[in-house]
């Protein structure tokens, strides 16, 4: 068995490629019958990783964009696609425990020992779509779905308006609105470090990356059917 990842990074620094690649290695050590066919797409182009696909697209940074052409590169008979930021490290079993979640929901996060909202999780499965608030059910630093789902919807689930911030809640809309449904998965385990490369990049494109994409997602919101 196969699952694939798709994977964004921005390795300006030695120690943000350094994070990239602990996060790589995190998820092959992660299982013992399960292969990782990993795409990282990465925005600058002479950085690359081992034990992985590194695609350069070469232009300015979007991450429903990048995300895209992760998914135009999985292979035809994936099954299985793990959305995953590069600032995570993956526990034994995350990758098998999602699978089986995803015989009952359309999509998965694991739990992170790391926020307070999954520390004391009582169900094996917790439904819902809240990103920080309430368990925090809906992870943007981590999803699995089936490779089919996000091939068909690609366009829908990450459109390219909405460049980096707030591409979570839209596809919190989205899942919603479809009546998908989605769970958080209790002993499925990933540690999440947060925002490590948003905290190297200039203000200006911080603001422009974070708050500056509220406006994008509202027009979208409110044309959303």
Not at 4 to 15: E, K, S
Not at 28 to 33: N, Q, V, Y
Not at 72 to 81: C, I, K
Not at 180 to 196: I, R
Request: glycine share 4%; charged share 25%.
């Amino acid at each position: 068995m196969t699952v694939d990842v798709i994977m964004l990074a921005r390795g300006a620094t030695g120690h943000l490629r350094s994070m990239t690649q602990q996060a790589i290695n995190s998820i092959h050590a992660s299982e013992r019958d399960i292969q990782f066919n990993i795409i990282v797409v990465e925005t600058i182009n002479e950085v690359t990783y081992k034990h992985c696909t590194v695609i350069h697209p070469d232009e300015k940074f979007n991450y429903n964009k990048f995300t895209k052409i992760g998914i135009n590169n999985l292979p035809e008979d994936s099954e299985y696609v793990f959305f995953v930021n590069n600032d995570i490290h993956v526990h034994k079993d995350c990758a098998k425990r999602l699978m089986d979640a995803l015989l009952i929901y359309e999509t998965v996060s694991p739990a992170n020992p790391m926020i307070g909202q999954h520390k004391n999780l009582r169900q094996e499965y917790t439904e819902g779509f809240n990103i920080w608030h309430g368990n925090a059910e809906f992870c943007g630093w981590a999803i699995m779905m089936k490779s089919d789902l996000a091939k068909e919807n690609k366009e829908r689930f990450f459109p390219d308006e909405i460049e980096a911030w707030y591409s979570d809640n839209w596809l919190t809309d989205v899942l919603r609105n479809d009546g998908y449904k989605h769970a958080l998965v209790k002993f499925a385990k990933l540690d999440h470090f947060e925002s490590k490369t948003l905290k190297t990049i200039s203000k200006e494109e911080h603001d422009y990356y974070t708050t500056g994409q509220k406006e994008n997602y509202d027009k979208l919101l409110g044309g959303l059917e």
